[in-house]
């Protein structure tokens, strides 16, 4: 029976020694398998950051438009209100009190901008361009609507413009940063 002890200790102390670590082959099959993954991940990741671009662009371009018919047919006054800080924008309407509230509506709502998008800038005739705090574009119930671009980046240094046409209410996107001077 004494033997039988011995057996086992020396052969849960050979099990210990094997099981310690890696080889140094085994970490190198690993770190080639995670270069191998990240290098077909990167340029998905790149797609989607600039599909969230486009996309950003085209519901802003879509709020704009609606905006434009909303504030003719309805025969009120409307402003798209940008915050910079917090990469939102939200629509508000003037009541009967000449005060502006709050949309209710669905298509109204407040919209944040996906994490890798923000506002650069937005250029107004108001205020000229705008960096940082709250903006606005006017709608107006006569069909006019304050020329305006929108400047959206992401974190890749991309920039999409998005210009306002006055009598149209029509949207034009670019996929650069577009300046005033530039659209002439």
Known sequence: MISCTVDNTVMASRVDSVERGFTLIEV????????????????RFRALTEYELKSSSRRLAGTIRY?????????????????????????????????????????????????????EDI???HLGKVYEGETFTQFFPNGWVEETIIHLGDTRERHYSLLVMPLTGKVRIYDRYVDFAEKR
Request: glycine share 2%; no cysteine.
């Open 123 to 125: 250029v107004t005739q």
């Open 67 to 119: 905006l434009f018919n909303e504030a003719v047919i309805r025969h009120t006054h409307y402003r798209l209100n940008y915050d910079l800080k917090k990469d939102e924008y939200w629509v508000t309407y003037l009541d009967e009190a000449k005060e502006f509230k709050e949309d209710p509506s669905t298509l109204s709502s407040r919209v944040r901008l996906p994490g890798t998008i923000h506002f």
């Open 28 to 43: 190198s099959v690993f770190l080639l398998i995670v270069a191998v993954l990240l290098a077909f991940v990167t340029p």
